[in-house]
């Protein structure tokens, strides 16, 4: 059984208020439309349209470039431009494709047609999650049809819709539950039709009991779907903290959480699912927050994927003055940004611009040794130790402290008097240990190579 939240965690002040009463507004970009081909955990999509192809709203841009991977749809109607090199928000440069948009927003035929999922197979349903580009919207981008597709389909028994929205700042996925909960409902019955075994728990924070009270009085009568109100502590909508807290089951960074017999999706995922399945929407458009006290007019809106930051920002009402700091996603896990030109993609989950960096302000000094890192960090790990193995780039020794399991939540920076960078310290050495295995992998790789072409020859021979 849960037991409702997890060991460790922060209370960081959430500023929610800002946005969270702010119904959403749709945007339409007036500028040229970028679709990196990476918005997703896995291979790049590959491009099926060149330069000078007339595209449509729901046109595929890009076909899913391999199992771990997802297609690009177009979110306007206009002109391909071309394939360029494109900064992204994360900061870096990928082939990307650009579409002149011309305003007309036409759509290719049947796109929002509804649909009856009941009347559609279990592999019907996951291709069209497929081909509808939709992957996780809660910031990872790992590829939705994958997750529905796990080797024993029966054992899962666990659908834990995250609508924790842990991350401080963030309302997005609160206005989803004010405003569609009925396509979050209709995007959980339609994976648990997948799933025989399973039953549904929409898990939200207790402290949005306005959202809680509404899906509650609407899955009453469900006998699979259930609303559980969970602590309001960071990060409980941490996969692995979630799990552990509906559940009670643990797992660790070797493990995906199928294995344990739960899946996890974000709210805005299941909207998306009802969206692609039920209303032949692929995936096109993005609920993000635009916040903070450098906001004119913090809101939530509805934006087409490939829209320029800018903006997006210019529908909040810009800039008080000018920011010192400007994030994208959340100010716990999010990426600081140097520059608003780069577009909108499907991992994007907010942009935060605040007046003052309080963070910047304060100079790291030596570590005193307090231990409140160690109490704070959810995965019960010893980030004074991986911070020394992190500053010698020692791997071995940070591998040994179990430094892979780190969720790099940045619940041990929050809570460090020093000030210490350590999750950007802790990030680094995992990108390090990740190179250094896939490097050994393949070096394994084309020396077993060698050694068959080598038996091959032999055999010839002979």
């Known amino acids: 059984m849960g037991v409702s939240t997890f060991q460790g965690g922060v209370h ?60 690009i749809i177009c979110s306007v109607s206009g002109t391909v431009k071309g394939i360029e090199k494109r900064m992204t928000a994360g900061g870096s440069i990928m082939d990307s494709i650009i579409v002149e948009n011309d305003q007309q927003y036409e759509a290719i035929p049947g796109f929002g047609t509804k649909r009856d999922f009941k009347k559609l197979s279990r592999e019907e349903i996951v291709n069209i999650v497929k081909e509808a580009g939709i992957v996780g919207l809660g910031g990872a981008g790992f590829p939705t049809s994958v997750k529905l597709a796990p080797k024993d389909i029966g054992r899962i028994d666990y659908f834990l819709v995250n609508a924790a929205e842990c991350e401080p700042y ?25 799933f025989p075994n399973a039953v549904g728990k929409i898990c939200i924070e207790d402290n949005k009991p306005e959202a809680i009270s509404k899906l509650t009085g609407m899955v009453e009568k469900e006998e699979k779907i259930e609303v559980l109100s969970l602590k309001t502590k960071y990060p409980q909508g941490g996969e692995r903290q979630l799990i552990y807290a509906v559940t009670g089951r643990k797992i660790n960074s070797s493990m995906l959480p199928a294995d344990a017999g739960v899946i996890v999706d974000n709210a805005d995922t299941m909207v998306a699912i009802y969206e692609a399945v ?9 609920i993000l927050t635009v916040t903070g006290d450098a906001v004119a007019k913090p809101g939530n809106f509805r934006v087409p994927l490939g829209t320029n930051y800018q903006e997006i920002v210019d529908a909040a009402g810009g800039f008080k003055q000018p920011p010192e700091k400007i994030i994208s996603g959340g100010p716990m896990m999010g990426i600081p940004m140097f520059r608003l030109d780069v577009p909108l993609a499907k991992n ?30 959810p995965e019960k790990l010893l980030p004074t130790m991986l911070m020394k193995a992190a500053m010698k780039k020692d791997m071995a020794a940070y591998e040994a402290l179990y430094g892979m399991e780190c969720i790099e939540c940045g619940c041990c920076a929050y809570v460090c008097p020093a000030k210490r960078p350590l999750t950007q310290a802790f990030k680094e050495m995992k990108r390090r240990i990740s190179a250094a295995r896939r490097a050994s992998q393949a070096a394994a790789k084309k020396n077993q190579e060698k050694k068959d072409e080598g038996k091959a020859k032999e055999v010839k021979k002979s």
């Not at 500028?31 to 349209?49: E, F, N």
């Not at 039920?278 to 993005?286: S, Y």
């Not at 989950?349 to 307090?370: E, G, H, R």
């Open 12 to 71: 960081p002040y959430d500023g929610k208020e800002l946005a969270m009463n702010q119904p959403i507004v749709e945007i339409k970009p007036q500028g040229l439309m970028v679709y990196p081909l990476s918005q997703h955990i896995g291979a790049p999509a590959k491009p099926v349209v060149s330069k000078g192809d007339r595209v449509l709203v729901g046109q595929k841009l890009a076909e899913a470039g391999g199992f771990v991977s997802a297609p």
């Open 170 to 194: 963030l309302t997005s996925d609160y206005r989803d539950m004010m405003e569609m909960p009925e396509k979050i409902i209709g995007g959980l019955k339609v994976v648990l039709s997948i």
């Open 278 to 286: 039920c209303e032949t929407k692929p995936l096109v458009r993005k």
């Open 348 to 377: 994007s989950s907010s942009i935060l611009a605040f007046l003052k960096d309080p963070v910047s302000a304060q100079p790291a000094t030596a570590c005193i040794n307090c231990g409140r890192c160690v109490s704070a960090c």
